[in-house]
């Protein structure tokens, strides 16, 4: 085995036993979750609050269906929309920047 696919062995068996359940077209991932980034954005009539955070998944769990922007991604029992995405052939993770569904 390889390097590259050791570190994502080794990575997929950490997520087990450590990381967070997420949702993404009716699947449970494990992944990596930061904590949520507040802010406040100034539009016609006022601010609005907004957020957002990333999950990190590794590739192998999404095979060959990835995700795409605007789905709905679950996590604690809410619901955001992937607002970017990270998808370096080099990274064993896909990043999923998530925001308040709008």
């Known amino acids: 085995m390889n390097i590259k696919r050791e570190k994502a062995a080794d990575l997929v068996g950490i997520l087990d036993e450590v990381g ?5 077209n009716g699947r449970t991932l494990r992944a990596l979750v930061s ?9 016609l009539g006022g ?4 957020g957002d ?6 590739r192998t769990a999404f095979g060959i269906q990835l995700p795409k922007l605007g789905e709905i991604v679950g996590f604690e029992g809410n619901r955001f929309r992937i607002v970017r995405i990270t998808n370096h052939p080099q990274y064993p993770m896909i990043v999923l920047v998530v925001g308040p569904l709008e």
Do not use: C, H, S
């Open 53 to 58: 955070f990333t999950i990190k998944i590794p």
């Open 20 to 24: 967070e359940a997420v949702t993404w």
């Open 35 to 43: 904590d949520p980034a507040i802010g406040e954005n100034l539009e």
């Open 47 to 50: 601010f609005t609050g907004t």
